[in-house]
């Protein structure tokens, strides 16, 4: 199961290189947002959305997950020595247990996403052993390029110049706020004794559940009472952590209302909010259902 979430650099062991100026920006900003720049077919593969990706130097098709919640791009370990890509550095970064470790950095010349170019993009070498035929991980570095839009009807992704929200949009708005560099949304759930509880969520296409509450807002409004369904023994970045499965009646964002919802919690996960307490993270059970377009400068994010 993808528990990597939320991952968060904490402090460079290096200075990597200058980047030299791009010679050409096919993300330029522009006021014509018709149409996409890419349209991007993509797999469902254990609830995480597959798109193809190149490196620069290799004619190699991989396979990354996007993630919106991950907030640094990471690399397969054995990819990057199959590509023969040398470590320039090393940094320290914690996951959602807050667990910190040391890992080896490098910077790829320029990611391909079709025709797009995503230049000297910096990356953590991870093992991702445990996530099936996956080469690497990528969410913000993606967002920050591209206006986004997540289709799961069609299996597609889209990709928008960066500048105003692509017209013929029938979705909901919702404006976001960042939690370090993750977007960060209201919401409400209601438990089954009909109690309402409002809250914040991290946005995380890449989360195998409907719901990952954090530890502290579960002990804080006793969420450990709800029934368990099941638990989970999944081995996270450096520790085997143990989860409960459960559900809740509802869960009410952006004027839907989506019934009988699957949460978990563990008493490691306490991902931290910035300014403001973050109740959990909001995954794939729920995204599944709507069409998300994600402008991330803007922190605009509207659901079809």
């Known amino acids: 199961m993808w528990r990597f979430l939320w991952i968060v650099t904490v402090f460079s062991c290096c200075s990597l290189l200058s980047a030299y100026a791009q010679r050409k920006n096919p993300a330029a900003t522009t006021d014509d947002n018709r149409n996409p720049v890419a349209v991007i077919p993509f797999q469902l593969v254990d609830k995480h959305v597959i798109i193809p990706v190149l490196l620069s130097g290799s004619t190699d098709t991989l396979h990354f997950i996007f993630d919106s919640g991950a907030e640094v791009t990471i690399l397969h370990m054995p990819t990057a020595e199959k590509l023969h890509l ?3 550095g090393e940094a320290y970064m914690t996951g959602t247990n807050n667990a910190m ?3 080896a950095v490098t910077t790829i010349n320029a990611l391909y996403l079709q025709e797009q170019r995503l230049p000297y993009l910096k990356v953590y070498l991870e093992n991702l052993s445990d996530l099936g035929r996956v080469d690497g991980i990528i969410g913000v570095a ?3 390029s591209f206006i986004v839009k997540l289709d799961y009807q069609h299996q597609q992704l889209l990709l928008y110049r960066p500048g105003k929200t692509p017209i013929g949009n029938t979705g909901r708005l919702l404006h976001f706020q960042l939690n370090f560099t993750t977007p960060i949304i209201d919401a409400s759930i ?23 509450f954090n ?12 029934p368990t369904i099941n638990t989970d023994r999944v081995q996270d970045m450096v520790k085997v952590l143990y989860y409960i499965n459960s559900s809740i009646p509802l869960l009410e964002v952006g004027g839907h209302s989506i019934k009988n919802v699957p949460v978990s919690y563990s008493k490691d996960i306490d991902d931290l909010g910035v300014f403001t ?3 959990g993270s909001i995954g794939y059970d729920v995204w599944k259902d709507f069409t998300l377009t994600i402008n991330y400068d803007k922190k605009e994010l509207y659901l079809e």
């Open 190 to 212: 209601q438990l089954p004794n009909g109690t309402r509880l409002a809250g914040h969520y991290h946005i995380t296409t890449g989360g195998d559940y409907g719901i990952l």
């Open 215 to 226: 530890w502290p807002y579960v002990d804080k409004n006793k969420l450990n009472t709800l």
């Open 86 to 88: 040398k470590h320039s």
């Open 277 to 279: 307490e973050v109740a």
């Open 101 to 103: 470790i040391k890992t």
């Open 142 to 144: 993606l967002m920050k």
